[in-house]
């Protein structure tokens, strides 16, 4: 039978049953709808609503249908509109009649905001996890970025909307910060409007996976150019890299590319929730039951797709000889305009000599490495026979030695903060 039942004489159209059903996505948060109901069962009795012998029933006939949910007994009836219908008509079977005062003050407005709150909570504390995995020395700043953004977002959903009832509060006065305590909330949402219809913590979320998804995807853009042939820096491993139906000698890395392409598939669920969003009045409207899906999706492909790259990246091969062979003396143009700022010549001037260095090269189809010091001294006086020294891919990176830069001490002291961060 329906919670809401008592108001309506006709039936329900199947199809609109259907329609309105949400329960083959919204069972996920079975423990969470149950931890929220065992809390507010003790908050009833604190205000004596019900007794302890009945608040004890409540409790333990909730973990009972738990147990079911876990060992994949639990069996969904066609009446099961949402997981608080299921949850709710199985417990009456456990413990009778007393599963009808559960519900007392309390709406599923108030119910689900609290559920989605818990499971939202619990599963981006995973993400947190999955972030601190096996990442190269750029990318990592990017995904500790993420995790900082991430660990605010989970302090700021972290508050409770249950005692909020369907929009105008709880007429039996519970104790919501204690029921806030029993769930692990840092807080009380102070306005229960607000409580029932906000769903700024979905849209942040979706926000958070869509910006974590654009650097997996940037990262994944890089190793699929560098480990192709015409560059060859990296080899995939076996295991993240699938062959050709037609073409024996392929080695594609669908890892990357599977991780680039599911990037689309987290922005378009940002992109429509915001637009479901958008339009809603104030308070509960059942348009909030798109607000799910969206959600459960974009955690779950962040939660394979953070285990995917930190497996590629752990078991890349890099090829470091390919990569010098690939370096060209032009690459070392800038290190010629700061040799002779080096000596005093203005940046704006070098620039354009350096630039001329390059261009007198090429026209001879050779190296600025191979110009004379006449040639140089041609551009500028200031070049002396130490311009030679320019020449060296080694010493420009050492010359990088600001703090984030590219010299081995700088490097060194990145990883040695990311070290920290990681075992805190």
Same mark, same amino acid.
């Given at each position: 039978?329906?919670?809401?039942?008592?108001?309506?004489?006709?039936?329900?159209?199947?199809?609109?049953?259907?329609?309105?059903?949400?329960?083959?996505?919204?069972?996920?948060?079975?423990?969470?709808?149950?931890?929220?109901?065992?809390?507010?069962?003790?908050?009833?009795?604190?205000?004596?609503?019900?007794?302890?012998?009945?608040?004890?029933?409540?409790?333990?006939?909730?973990?009972?249908?738990?147990?079911?949910?876990?060992?994949?007994?639990?069996?969904?009836?066609?009446?099961?509109?949402?997981?608080?219908?299921?949850?709710?008509?199985?417990?009456?079977?456990?413990?009778?009649?007393?599963?009808?005062?559960?519900?007392?003050?309390?709406?599923?407005?108030?119910?689900?905001?609290?559920?989605?709150?818990?499971?939202?909570?619990?599963?981006?504390?995973?993400?947190?996890?999955?972030?601190?995995?096996?990442?190269?020395?750029?990318?990592?700043?990017?995904?500790?970025?993420?995790?900082?953004?991430?660990?605010?977002?989970?302090?700021?959903?972290?508050?409770?909307?249950?005692?909020?009832?369907?929009?105008?509060?709880?007429?039996?006065?519970? $104790? !919501?910060? +204690? /029921? %806030?305590?029993? @769930?692990?909330?840092?807080? #009380?949402?102070?306005?229960?409007?607000?409580?029932? *219809? $906000? !769903?700024? +913590? /979905? %849209?942040?979320? @979706?926000?958070?996976?869509? #910006?974590?998804?654009?650097?997996?995807?940037?990262? *994944?853009?890089?190793?699929?150019?560098?480990?192709?042939?015409?560059?060859?820096? #990296?080899?995939?491993?076996?295991?993240?890299?699938?062959?050709?139906?037609?073409?024996?000698?392929?080695?594609?890395?669908?890892?990357?590319?599977?991780?680039?392409?599911?990037?689309?598939?987290?922005?378009?669920?940002?992109?429509?929730?915001?637009?479901?969003?958008?339009?809603?009045?104030?308070?509960?409207?059942?348009?909030?039951?798109?607000?799910?899906?969206?959600?459960?999706?974009?955690?779950?492909?962040?939660?394979?797709?953070?285990?995917?790259?930190?497996?590629?990246?752990?078991?890349?091969?890099?090829?470091?000889?390919?990569?010098?062979?690939?370096?060209?003396?032009?690459?070392?143009?800038?290190?010629?305009?700061?040799?002779?700022?080096?000596?005093?010549?203005?940046?704006?001037?070098?620039?354009?000599?350096?630039?001329?260095?390059?261009?007198?090269?090429?026209?001879?189809?050779?190296?600025?490495?191979?110009?004379?010091?006449?040639?140089?001294?041609?551009?500028?006086?200031?070049?002396?026979?130490?311009?030679?020294?320019?020449?060296?891919?080694?010493?420009?990176?050492?010359?990088?030695?600001?703090?984030?830069?590219?010299?081995?001490?700088?490097?060194?002291?990145?990883?040695?903060?990311?070290?920290?961060?990681?075992?805190?």
């Amino acid at each position: 039978m329906a919670l809401w039942g008592g108001r309506f004489t006709g039936t329900v159209d199947p199809l609109m049953d259907a329609f309105n059903a949400s329960i083959h996505f919204d069972k996920r948060m079975y423990e969470a709808d149950i931890r929220g109901s065992q809390a507010y069962a003790k908050a009833l009795v604190k205000r004596e609503i019900i007794t302890e012998q009945e608040g004890t029933m409540l409790i333990t006939g909730l973990e009972k249908v738990l147990e079911e949910w876990r060992n994949n007994t639990f069996e969904i009836k066609p009446a099961d509109e949402d997981i608080h219908t299921a949850n709710e008509r199985r417990l009456g079977e456990h413990v009778g009649s007393v599963a009808g005062k559960l519900h007392t003050g309390r709406s599923r407005n108030d119910q689900v905001a609290t559920d989605l709150r818990i499971w939202t909570r619990e599963e981006t504390r995973k993400l947190l996890g999955y972030l601190k995995h096996h990442w190269l020395l750029s990318y990592a700043w990017s995904l500790q970025a993420d995790a900082f953004r991430l660990s605010q977002i989970i302090d700021r959903l972290n508050v409770l909307p249950l005692g909020s009832g369907a929009l105008a509060g709880n007429p039996f006065n519970i $104790d !919501r910060e +204690f /029921v %806030a305590k029993e @769930l692990g909330f840092n807080g #009380v949402i102070q306005n229960s409007l607000y409580g029932v *219809s $906000d !769903r700024d +913590f /979905v %849209a942040e979320v @979706l926000f958070w996976a869509s #910006v974590t998804m654009v650097h997996i995807s940037r990262l *994944s853009e890089d190793l699929i150019i560098y480990s192709s042939g015409e560059f060859g820096f #990296v080899t995939l491993a076996d295991a993240y890299s699938t062959g050709s139906s037609l073409m024996p000698q392929k080695k594609n890395p669908d890892s990357c590319e599977l991780l680039r392409g599911k990037s689309g598939r987290v922005f378009g669920q940002l992109s429509g929730f915001l637009m479901t969003y958008k339009g809603l009045p104030s308070t509960y409207n059942k348009d909030f039951q798109e607000d799910k899906e969206p959600l459960f999706d974009a955690v779950d492909t962040l939660a394979g797709s953070l285990q995917i790259t930190a497996g590629v990246i752990s078991t890349l091969k890099i090829h470091p000889e390919k990569m010098r062979q690939n370096l060209s003396i032009d690459m070392l143009a800038t290190d010629l305009a700061e040799y002779l700022v080096r000596k005093g010549v203005p940046f704006r001037e070098t620039h354009h000599i350096a630039g001329a260095a390059v261009r007198i090269a090429e026209e001879r189809n050779t190296t600025m490495s191979n110009l004379s010091l006449s040639d140089f001294k041609q551009l500028h006086t200031a070049f002396e026979e130490d311009v030679s020294a320019v020449w060296d891919f080694e010493k420009s990176i050492e010359n990088r030695s600001s703090l984030g830069g590219t010299s081995r001490v700088t490097v060194v002291a990145q990883i040695k903060k990311l070290k920290s961060w990681l075992l805190e």
